[in-house]
Protein backbone atom coordinates (compact mmCIF):
# COMPACT_ATOMS: atom_id res chain seq x y z
CA UNK A 1 0.00 0.00 0.00
CA UNK A 2 1.46 3.73 -0.70
CA UNK A 3 1.16 5.70 1.64
CA UNK A 4 0.38 10.07 1.33
CA UNK A 5 3.43 11.84 2.63
CA UNK A 6 0.65 14.12 4.35
CA UNK A 7 -1.04 11.85 6.06
CA UNK A 8 0.29 9.36 9.69
CA UNK A 9 0.82 5.91 8.61
CA UNK A 10 -1.73 5.56 11.81
CA UNK A 11 -4.65 6.51 9.06
CA UNK A 12 -3.76 4.05 6.90
CA UNK A 13 -5.02 0.94 8.05
CA UNK A 14 -8.88 1.89 8.60
CA UNK A 15 -8.73 3.14 5.03
CA UNK A 16 -7.74 0.77 2.72
CA UNK A 17 -9.09 -2.49 4.37
CA UNK A 18 -11.64 -2.41 1.02
CA UNK A 19 -14.45 -1.44 3.24
CA UNK A 20 -13.65 -3.24 6.21
CA UNK A 21 -13.62 -1.77 9.49
CA UNK A 22 -11.25 -3.86 10.79
CA UNK A 23 -8.07 -2.91 12.95
CA UNK A 24 -7.80 -0.32 16.24
CA UNK A 25 -10.53 1.84 16.16
CA UNK A 26 -9.49 3.65 18.86
CA UNK A 27 -6.83 6.77 18.15
CA UNK A 28 -7.14 6.27 14.65
CA UNK A 29 -10.40 8.21 13.69
CA UNK A 30 -8.83 11.10 16.34
CA UNK A 31 -6.12 11.50 13.45
CA UNK A 32 -7.83 10.79 10.63
CA UNK A 33 -10.28 13.62 11.87
CA UNK A 34 -7.25 15.91 12.87
CA UNK A 35 -6.04 15.47 9.20
CA UNK A 36 -8.96 15.90 7.34
CA UNK A 37 -8.26 19.79 6.14
CA UNK A 38 -5.27 18.30 4.42
CA UNK A 39 -7.22 15.27 2.97
CA UNK A 40 -9.95 17.43 1.93
CA UNK A 41 -7.09 20.01 -0.09
CA UNK A 42 -5.29 16.40 -1.21
CA UNK A 43 -8.52 14.54 -2.80
CA UNK A 44 -10.17 17.87 -4.23
CA UNK A 45 -6.96 18.73 -6.27
CA UNK A 46 -6.54 15.24 -7.51
CA UNK A 47 -10.27 15.24 -8.86
CA UNK A 48 -9.55 18.42 -10.44
CA UNK A 49 -6.82 17.47 -11.87
CA UNK A 50 -8.85 14.35 -13.63
CA UNK A 51 -11.74 15.91 -14.35
CA UNK A 52 -10.07 18.63 -16.20
CA UNK A 53 -8.39 15.26 -18.45
CA UNK A 54 -11.47 13.43 -18.51
CA UNK A 55 -13.64 16.38 -19.34
CA UNK A 56 -10.91 16.79 -22.32
CA UNK A 57 -11.71 13.48 -22.91
CA UNK A 58 -15.17 13.67 -23.40
CA UNK A 59 -15.50 16.74 -24.83
CA UNK A 60 -13.36 16.46 -27.75
CA UNK A 61 -15.19 13.32 -28.54
CA UNK A 62 -18.73 14.28 -28.14
CA UNK A 63 -18.84 18.05 -30.41
CA UNK A 64 -18.63 15.84 -33.23
CA UNK A 65 -20.90 12.32 -31.96
CA UNK A 66 -24.03 13.49 -34.07
CA UNK A 67 -22.21 14.50 -37.20
CA UNK A 68 -19.84 11.36 -37.57
CA UNK A 69 -23.67 9.28 -36.93
CA UNK A 70 -24.62 10.86 -39.82
CA UNK A 71 -21.82 10.61 -41.83
CA UNK A 72 -21.60 6.98 -41.00
CA UNK A 73 -25.69 6.22 -41.11
CA UNK A 74 -26.45 8.27 -44.27
CA UNK A 75 -29.38 9.69 -42.44
CA UNK A 76 -30.14 12.75 -39.89
CA UNK A 77 -32.80 10.62 -38.38
CA UNK A 78 -29.94 8.32 -36.91
CA UNK A 79 -27.59 10.78 -36.09
CA UNK A 80 -29.34 11.69 -32.42
CA UNK A 81 -28.45 8.06 -31.70
CA UNK A 82 -24.76 8.27 -31.15
CA UNK A 83 -24.53 10.80 -28.28
CA UNK A 84 -27.81 8.82 -27.03
CA UNK A 85 -25.45 5.70 -27.35
CA UNK A 86 -23.51 7.41 -25.32
CA UNK A 87 -25.62 8.28 -22.20
CA UNK A 88 -26.85 4.77 -22.47
CA UNK A 89 -23.71 3.46 -22.02
CA UNK A 90 -23.30 6.09 -18.72
CA UNK A 91 -26.39 4.82 -17.48
CA UNK A 92 -25.63 0.70 -18.07
CA UNK A 93 -22.49 1.72 -16.27
CA UNK A 94 -23.76 3.06 -13.07
CA UNK A 95 -24.84 0.64 -11.23
CA UNK A 96 -21.59 -1.83 -11.54
CA UNK A 97 -19.48 0.68 -11.04
CA UNK A 98 -21.33 2.14 -7.96
CA UNK A 99 -21.46 -1.56 -6.83
CA UNK A 100 -17.66 -1.86 -7.20
CA UNK A 101 -17.10 1.57 -5.38
CA UNK A 102 -19.56 0.63 -2.63
CA UNK A 103 -16.99 -2.81 -2.56
CA UNK A 104 -13.61 -1.65 -2.63
CA UNK A 105 -13.73 2.58 -2.74
CA UNK A 106 -13.84 5.42 -5.55
CA UNK A 107 -10.42 4.76 -6.77
CA UNK A 108 -10.78 1.05 -8.39
CA UNK A 109 -14.70 2.32 -9.95
CA UNK A 110 -13.04 5.65 -11.43
CA UNK A 111 -10.14 3.56 -13.24
CA UNK A 112 -12.35 1.56 -14.84
CA UNK A 113 -14.32 3.92 -15.95
CA UNK A 114 -11.95 5.69 -17.48
CA UNK A 115 -10.35 2.43 -19.40
CA UNK A 116 -13.69 1.42 -20.15
CA UNK A 117 -14.11 5.02 -21.91
CA UNK A 118 -10.73 4.28 -23.83
CA UNK A 119 -11.50 1.38 -25.64
CA UNK A 120 -15.28 2.86 -26.65
CA UNK A 121 -13.40 5.62 -27.85
CA UNK A 122 -11.30 3.25 -30.22
CA UNK A 123 -13.83 1.21 -31.16
CA UNK A 124 -15.74 3.99 -32.46
CA UNK A 125 -12.74 5.30 -34.49
CA UNK A 126 -12.93 1.34 -35.76
CA UNK A 127 -16.14 1.39 -36.93
CA UNK A 128 -15.51 5.19 -38.50
CA UNK A 129 -13.02 3.67 -40.93
CA UNK A 130 -15.57 0.22 -41.41
CA UNK A 131 -18.40 2.28 -41.89
CA UNK A 132 -20.04 0.04 -39.54
CA UNK A 133 -23.24 1.88 -37.60
CA UNK A 134 -24.18 -0.67 -35.11
CA UNK A 135 -20.33 -1.00 -34.06
CA UNK A 136 -20.33 2.95 -34.05
CA UNK A 137 -23.00 2.64 -31.77
CA UNK A 138 -21.40 -0.11 -29.52
CA UNK A 139 -18.35 2.57 -29.12
CA UNK A 140 -20.14 5.45 -28.08
CA UNK A 141 -21.68 3.32 -25.24
CA UNK A 142 -18.42 2.62 -23.92
CA UNK A 143 -16.98 5.95 -24.71
CA UNK A 144 -19.80 6.95 -22.21
CA UNK A 145 -17.76 5.58 -19.21
CA UNK A 146 -16.12 8.53 -19.62
CA UNK A 147 -18.96 10.56 -18.81
CA UNK A 148 -19.65 7.61 -15.52
CA UNK A 149 -16.41 8.79 -14.28
CA UNK A 150 -16.72 12.49 -14.69
CA UNK A 151 -19.87 12.46 -13.05
CA UNK A 152 -19.05 9.86 -10.20
CA UNK A 153 -16.34 12.19 -9.36
CA UNK A 154 -18.36 14.82 -8.04
CA UNK A 155 -19.75 12.73 -5.26
CA UNK A 156 -16.31 11.68 -4.46
CA UNK A 157 -15.61 15.58 -3.24
CA UNK A 158 -18.70 15.50 -1.73
CA UNK A 159 -17.70 11.93 0.48
CA UNK A 160 -15.45 14.25 3.27
CA UNK A 161 -16.93 17.48 3.15
CA UNK A 162 -19.14 19.61 5.78
CA UNK A 163 -22.94 19.41 5.64
CA UNK A 164 -22.83 22.97 4.96
CA UNK A 165 -19.62 22.88 2.21
CA UNK A 166 -21.12 20.20 0.64
CA UNK A 167 -22.83 22.17 -2.41
CA UNK A 168 -19.28 24.37 -2.79
CA UNK A 169 -17.40 20.66 -2.76
CA UNK A 170 -19.26 19.26 -5.20
CA UNK A 171 -19.54 22.19 -7.79
CA UNK A 172 -15.46 22.86 -7.32
CA UNK A 173 -14.87 19.84 -9.05
CA UNK A 174 -17.85 20.15 -11.67
CA UNK A 175 -15.60 23.21 -11.83
CA UNK A 176 -12.69 21.58 -13.04
CA UNK A 177 -14.04 20.18 -16.08
CA UNK A 178 -14.41 23.89 -17.65
CA UNK A 179 -10.86 23.43 -18.60
CA UNK A 180 -11.15 20.58 -20.73
CA UNK A 181 -14.35 20.80 -21.42
CA UNK A 182 -14.01 23.93 -23.51
CA UNK A 183 -10.45 23.28 -24.97
CA UNK A 184 -11.94 19.81 -26.38
CA UNK A 185 -14.64 20.88 -28.72
CA UNK A 186 -12.14 23.54 -30.12
CA UNK A 187 -9.45 20.70 -31.22
CA UNK A 188 -11.78 18.91 -31.90
CA UNK A 189 -10.71 20.13 -36.09
CA UNK A 190 -6.91 19.45 -35.51
CA UNK A 191 -7.55 16.23 -33.98
CA UNK A 192 -9.74 15.32 -37.54
CA UNK A 193 -6.87 16.53 -39.40
CA UNK A 194 -4.32 14.69 -37.33
CA UNK A 195 -5.91 11.57 -38.66
CA UNK A 196 -5.98 12.51 -42.54
CA UNK A 197 -3.36 10.47 -43.86
CA UNK A 198 -4.05 7.34 -41.36
CA UNK A 199 -7.39 6.45 -43.88
CA UNK A 200 -9.52 7.22 -40.23
CA UNK A 201 -12.24 10.14 -41.23
CA UNK A 202 -11.70 13.40 -39.83
CA UNK A 203 -15.07 12.99 -37.50
CA UNK A 204 -13.64 10.14 -36.09
CA UNK A 205 -9.74 11.57 -35.09
CA UNK A 206 -11.25 13.51 -31.90
CA UNK A 207 -12.48 10.13 -30.48
CA UNK A 208 -8.62 8.71 -30.98
CA UNK A 209 -7.48 11.74 -28.98
CA UNK A 210 -9.90 10.66 -26.48
CA UNK A 211 -8.23 7.66 -25.87
CA UNK A 212 -5.51 8.67 -24.99
CA UNK A 213 -6.61 11.32 -22.74
CA UNK A 214 -9.16 8.73 -20.66
CA UNK A 215 -5.85 6.69 -20.45
CA UNK A 216 -3.70 9.57 -18.51
CA UNK A 217 -7.00 9.75 -16.01
CA UNK A 218 -6.82 6.16 -15.49
CA UNK A 219 -2.85 6.48 -14.27
CA UNK A 220 -3.52 9.91 -12.46
CA UNK A 221 -6.74 8.21 -10.10
CA UNK A 222 -4.95 4.36 -9.91
CA UNK A 223 -1.47 6.39 -8.60
CA UNK A 224 -2.56 9.93 -6.85
CA UNK A 225 -6.03 9.10 -5.19
CA UNK A 226 -4.72 7.66 -1.82
CA UNK A 227 -6.05 7.55 0.62
CA UNK A 228 -9.46 6.60 -0.61
CA UNK A 229 -12.36 9.39 0.25
CA UNK A 230 -15.21 6.61 0.59
CA UNK A 231 -13.31 4.40 2.34
CA UNK A 232 -11.82 7.49 4.56
CA UNK A 233 -15.56 8.71 4.86
CA UNK A 234 -16.84 4.85 6.32
CA UNK A 235 -13.68 4.86 8.32
CA UNK A 236 -14.60 8.29 9.91
CA UNK A 237 -18.43 6.66 10.96
CA UNK A 238 -17.09 3.56 12.47
CA UNK A 239 -18.75 2.69 15.52
CA UNK A 240 -21.00 5.51 14.89
CA UNK A 241 -24.99 5.74 14.30
CA UNK A 242 -24.00 5.97 10.44
CA UNK A 243 -21.99 2.92 10.59
CA UNK A 244 -24.31 0.17 9.21
CA UNK A 245 -22.05 -2.18 8.07
CA UNK A 246 -22.55 -3.81 4.71
CA UNK A 247 -26.12 -4.39 4.73
CA UNK A 248 -26.81 -0.86 5.13
CA UNK A 249 -24.34 0.10 1.65
CA UNK A 250 -26.42 -2.22 -0.46
CA UNK A 251 -28.57 -1.65 -3.31
CA UNK A 252 -31.29 -2.50 -1.43
CA UNK A 253 -30.68 0.00 0.84
CA UNK A 254 -29.98 2.84 -1.30
CA UNK A 255 -33.54 2.15 -2.71
CA UNK A 256 -35.27 2.14 0.44
CA UNK A 257 -33.25 5.09 1.33
CA UNK A 258 -34.58 6.89 -1.22
CA UNK A 259 -38.08 5.66 -1.22
CA UNK A 260 -38.45 6.67 2.40
CA UNK A 261 -37.30 10.63 1.92
CA UNK A 262 -39.51 12.94 -0.54
CA UNK A 263 -36.53 15.08 -0.53
CA UNK A 264 -34.25 12.58 -2.00
CA UNK A 265 -37.08 11.40 -4.96
CA UNK A 266 -37.23 15.35 -5.51
CA UNK A 267 -33.55 15.08 -6.13
CA UNK A 268 -33.42 12.03 -8.51
CA UNK A 269 -36.27 14.13 -10.58
CA UNK A 270 -34.03 17.01 -10.66
CA UNK A 271 -30.86 15.84 -11.96
CA UNK A 272 -33.19 13.47 -14.87
CA UNK A 273 -35.49 16.21 -15.90
CA UNK A 274 -32.23 18.49 -16.23
CA UNK A 275 -29.90 16.18 -17.76
CA UNK A 276 -32.73 15.25 -20.15
CA UNK A 277 -33.40 18.34 -21.21
CA UNK A 278 -29.64 19.35 -21.69
CA UNK A 279 -28.99 16.12 -23.39
CA UNK A 280 -32.07 16.50 -26.02
CA UNK A 281 -30.97 19.76 -26.72
CA UNK A 282 -27.71 19.65 -27.24
CA UNK A 283 -27.14 16.62 -28.86
CA UNK A 284 -29.35 17.94 -32.04
CA UNK A 285 -27.18 21.51 -32.11
CA UNK A 286 -24.73 20.52 -34.10
CA UNK A 287 -26.94 18.95 -36.79
CA UNK A 288 -29.45 22.31 -37.02
CA UNK A 289 -26.19 24.44 -36.98
CA UNK A 290 -24.89 22.84 -39.86
CA UNK A 291 -28.58 22.74 -41.59
CA UNK A 292 -28.01 26.60 -41.51
CA UNK A 293 -24.54 26.90 -43.29
CA UNK A 294 -21.93 26.30 -39.79
CA UNK A 295 -19.15 24.59 -40.48
CA UNK A 296 -17.19 22.62 -37.60
CA UNK A 297 -15.07 25.22 -36.08
CA UNK A 298 -18.32 27.51 -35.62
CA UNK A 299 -20.22 24.34 -34.39
CA UNK A 300 -17.21 24.09 -32.04
CA UNK A 301 -17.27 27.53 -30.92
CA UNK A 302 -20.84 27.25 -30.15
CA UNK A 303 -20.73 23.55 -27.99
CA UNK A 304 -17.31 25.09 -26.10
CA UNK A 305 -20.19 27.94 -24.84
CA UNK A 306 -22.81 25.62 -24.06
CA UNK A 307 -20.17 23.44 -21.91
CA UNK A 308 -18.44 26.86 -20.53
CA UNK A 309 -22.00 27.49 -19.08
CA UNK A 310 -22.42 23.97 -17.85
CA UNK A 311 -19.01 23.96 -15.84
CA UNK A 312 -17.75 27.49 -15.53
CA UNK A 313 -19.98 28.90 -13.41
CA UNK A 314 -20.43 26.20 -11.06
CA UNK A 315 -19.03 27.43 -8.32
CA UNK A 316 -22.02 30.09 -8.24
CA UNK A 317 -24.21 27.19 -8.15
CA UNK A 318 -22.66 25.77 -5.24
CA UNK A 319 -22.49 29.12 -3.23
CA UNK A 320 -26.02 29.63 -3.67
CA UNK A 321 -26.83 26.24 -3.01
CA UNK A 322 -25.03 26.02 -0.12
CA UNK A 323 -26.35 30.27 1.01
CA UNK A 324 -30.01 29.76 -0.33
CA UNK A 325 -30.81 26.17 -0.04
CA UNK A 326 -30.88 23.37 -2.33
CA UNK A 327 -34.47 24.02 -3.65
CA UNK A 328 -33.93 27.32 -4.62
CA UNK A 329 -31.35 26.57 -6.89
CA UNK A 330 -33.32 23.74 -8.44
CA UNK A 331 -36.03 26.90 -8.81
CA UNK A 332 -33.39 29.12 -10.99
CA UNK A 333 -32.37 26.04 -12.96
CA UNK A 334 -35.68 25.24 -14.07
CA UNK A 335 -36.00 29.25 -15.13
CA UNK A 336 -32.75 28.54 -16.58
CA UNK A 337 -33.63 25.65 -18.73
CA UNK A 338 -37.20 26.81 -20.15
CA UNK A 339 -35.12 30.23 -21.28
CA UNK A 340 -33.01 28.05 -22.88
CA UNK A 341 -34.95 26.57 -24.78
CA UNK A 342 -37.14 29.84 -25.97
CA UNK A 343 -33.70 31.38 -26.95
CA UNK A 344 -32.60 27.91 -28.90
CA UNK A 345 -36.22 26.83 -30.25
CA UNK A 346 -36.82 30.28 -32.19
CA UNK A 347 -33.21 31.03 -33.37
CA UNK A 348 -33.52 29.75 -36.74
CA UNK A 349 -30.52 30.69 -39.07
CA UNK A 350 -29.23 33.33 -36.32
CA UNK A 351 -26.15 31.63 -34.82
CA UNK A 352 -25.69 34.13 -32.55
CA UNK A 353 -28.65 33.51 -30.89
CA UNK A 354 -28.35 29.56 -31.29
CA UNK A 355 -25.18 30.21 -29.09
CA UNK A 356 -27.00 32.07 -26.45
CA UNK A 357 -29.33 29.59 -26.04
CA UNK A 358 -27.27 27.15 -25.24
CA UNK A 359 -25.17 28.67 -23.07
CA UNK A 360 -28.17 29.46 -21.08
CA UNK A 361 -28.68 25.50 -21.45
CA UNK A 362 -25.47 24.69 -20.05
CA UNK A 363 -26.38 27.64 -16.84
CA UNK A 364 -29.24 25.76 -16.13
CA UNK A 365 -27.92 21.97 -16.27
CA UNK A 366 -24.92 23.37 -13.72
CA UNK A 367 -27.78 24.49 -11.69
CA UNK A 368 -29.66 21.72 -11.51
CA UNK A 369 -26.84 18.92 -11.01
CA UNK A 370 -24.51 20.70 -8.11
CA UNK A 371 -27.86 21.62 -6.15
CA UNK A 372 -29.57 18.04 -6.91
CA UNK A 373 -26.75 16.38 -6.25
CA UNK A 374 -26.33 17.99 -3.28
CA UNK A 375 -29.90 17.70 -2.19
CA UNK A 376 -29.43 14.12 -2.89
CA UNK A 377 -26.25 13.26 -0.39
CA UNK A 378 -27.78 15.45 2.21
CA UNK A 379 -31.45 13.05 2.06
CA UNK A 380 -29.74 10.00 2.66
CA UNK A 381 -27.81 8.37 5.28
CA UNK A 382 -23.71 7.96 4.91
CA UNK A 383 -23.93 4.19 4.61
CA UNK A 384 -26.23 4.00 1.56
CA UNK A 385 -24.92 7.29 -0.26
CA UNK A 386 -22.90 5.37 -2.97
CA UNK A 387 -25.91 3.30 -3.76
CA UNK A 388 -28.11 6.27 -4.07
CA UNK A 389 -25.55 7.81 -5.91
CA UNK A 390 -25.16 5.31 -8.65
CA UNK A 391 -29.24 5.00 -8.72
CA UNK A 392 -29.23 8.44 -9.58
CA UNK A 393 -26.52 8.43 -12.27
CA UNK A 394 -28.68 5.56 -13.60
CA UNK A 395 -31.98 7.24 -13.46
CA UNK A 396 -30.37 10.43 -15.66
CA UNK A 397 -28.86 9.18 -18.23
CA UNK A 398 -31.60 6.36 -18.71
CA UNK A 399 -34.03 9.53 -18.81
CA UNK A 400 -31.64 11.77 -20.99
CA UNK A 401 -30.74 8.52 -23.17
CA UNK A 402 -34.63 8.23 -24.37
CA UNK A 403 -34.67 11.66 -24.45
CA UNK A 404 -31.89 11.69 -26.83
CA UNK A 405 -33.22 9.05 -28.85
CA UNK A 406 -36.71 10.92 -29.28
CA UNK A 407 -34.19 14.22 -30.32
CA UNK A 408 -33.71 13.29 -33.66
CA UNK A 409 -36.77 11.54 -34.47
CA UNK A 410 -38.21 14.90 -33.54
CA UNK A 411 -35.86 17.50 -35.78
CA UNK A 412 -36.32 14.80 -38.65
CA UNK A 413 -40.25 14.96 -38.52
CA UNK A 414 -40.73 18.49 -36.77
CA UNK A 415 -37.62 20.41 -36.67
CA UNK A 416 -35.11 21.94 -33.85
CA UNK A 417 -38.00 23.93 -32.60
CA UNK A 418 -40.22 21.31 -31.88
CA UNK A 419 -37.05 19.70 -30.13
CA UNK A 420 -36.80 22.68 -27.95
CA UNK A 421 -40.84 23.14 -27.28
CA UNK A 422 -40.96 19.40 -26.07
CA UNK A 423 -37.49 20.24 -23.78
CA UNK A 424 -39.58 22.82 -22.20
CA UNK A 425 -42.86 21.11 -21.59
CA UNK A 426 -40.44 18.03 -19.14
CA UNK A 427 -39.76 20.77 -16.86
CA UNK A 428 -43.61 21.52 -15.80
CA UNK A 429 -43.76 18.31 -12.99
CA UNK A 430 -40.23 19.68 -12.23
CA UNK A 431 -41.26 22.82 -11.44
CA UNK A 432 -44.64 22.07 -9.90
CA UNK A 433 -43.12 19.23 -7.41
CA UNK A 434 -39.86 22.00 -6.15
CA UNK A 435 -42.73 24.53 -5.45
CA UNK A 436 -44.99 22.20 -3.64
CA UNK A 437 -41.72 21.07 -1.54
CA UNK A 438 -40.65 24.58 -0.86
CA UNK A 439 -43.87 25.76 0.48
CA UNK A 440 -44.25 22.31 2.53
Known sequence: MTTDPDIPDAFAPPVETSGSQSGSRSGSTAV??????????????????????????????????????????????????APTAT???TA???????????????????VLAY???AAGAGVVVLAAVLGNFPLLLAGMAGFGAGSSANLQARFAAADLAEPERRGRAISTVVWATTIGAVLGPNIAAPAGRSVSGLGIPPAAGPFLWAAGVFLLSAALVAVLLRPDPLLTARALAAGTEEDAGPEGRSLRAGVRAVRESPRARLALVTLAVSHTAMV??????????????????????VISG??????????????LSDRL???SVIGLAVGLLATAALLAGTAGPSHGQTAAGLFVLGLGWSAGLVSGSALLTDSVPQPARAAVQGLSDLTMNTAAGVGGAGAGLIVAQAGYGWLNAV??????????????????
Open 325 to 327: GRL
Open 32 to 81: VAAELPALRRRISAVLVASQILGGLGVATGIALASVLAQEVSGTDALSGL
Open 306 to 319: HIAGMYAFSPVMGW
Open 92 to 110: LLSMPLAALMTARGRRPGL
Open 115 to 117: AIG
Open 87 to 89: VAG
Open 280 to 301: SIMSMTPVALSHHGADITLIGL
Open 423 to 440: AALLLLPLAAVAVRRKRG
